[in-house]
């Protein structure tokens, strides 16, 4: 998957179907850029924010493997107004949240009328970036009974992929329905950090100046 950019000045005025960003990463200066919002939207969905693209340069022949690393939208039209891109060092390890994808239907809801109960929508994992999976997949067919449950042991995730998280930690459970409220008013552990905060200064000082 590919995204086209055009590298701009600090100073020019947003084109209407274009998108301000900006490319930052370990040696590399920050480049203020600009993409199509609507090729934009179709890479992101299908990408999410855990998975390399390709980063290409109408303005020469350059190319950048890159995260899709913090996207702002306007909080009351929906509009995309800014989208932060990070190339990582091929050679080091990241950590990123990556969400959880669940699959079928557990017994235990079908038969027993239960409720299914996730403890987790996205687990934080380490991995090279080339290594990191779009989603991790949650198949929920073991939960057969009220006494089983997922855990992060349970999970299948590529080679050389390190989830960050005990493995005796449950994913998922099926629980009966008189106990669904005790359930669900234990709050869901979400980390929403991811590695472009480790270059958010530099961004920073970029939209400062484009503020100007």
């Known amino acids: ?10 100073s020019k005025k947003r084109e209407k179907g274009m998108t ?11 480049i203020p850029l600009e993409v199509g919002t609507k090729e934009f939207d179709k890479v992101h969905q299908s990408a999410g924010e855990s998975s390399l693209v390709s980063l290409d340069s109408t303005d020469n022949s350059k190319k950048y493997l890159v995260l899709i690393n913090d996207v702002q939208t306007d909080p009351l039209s929906g509009e995309l107004i800014h989208i932060d891109f990070y190339q990582p060092n091929l050679e080091k390890k990241v950590e990123v949240s990556v969400p959880l994808h669940f699959e079928g239907i557990p017994p235990a809801v079908k038969e027993l ?11 934080e994992i380490k991995a090279f970036p080339q290594k990191l999976p779009q989603a991790i997949k949650v198949v929920v067919d073991k939960l057969i009974t009220f006494d089983d449950v997922i855990t992060i042991k349970d999970l299948t995730v590529p080679e050389g992929v390190d989830i960050l998280k005990q493995e005796d930690e449950i994913i998922a459970l099926v ?28 961004k920073d000082k970029i939209e400062e100046e484009e503020k100007k």
């Open 1 to 10: 998957m590919k995204i086209s950019f055009r590298e701009r000045a600090l």
């Open 113 to 123: 009328g239960g409720t299914l109960v996730k403890n987790f929508s996205e687990l």
């Open 175 to 202: 629980v009966p329905i008189e106990n669904i409220e005790e359930e669900i008013s234990k709050p869901i552990e979400e980390n929403v950090e991811s590695v472009s905060k480790v270059e958010k200064k530099e």
């Open 20 to 30: 301000f960003g900006v490319l930052y990463g370990p040696g590399l200066k920050n």
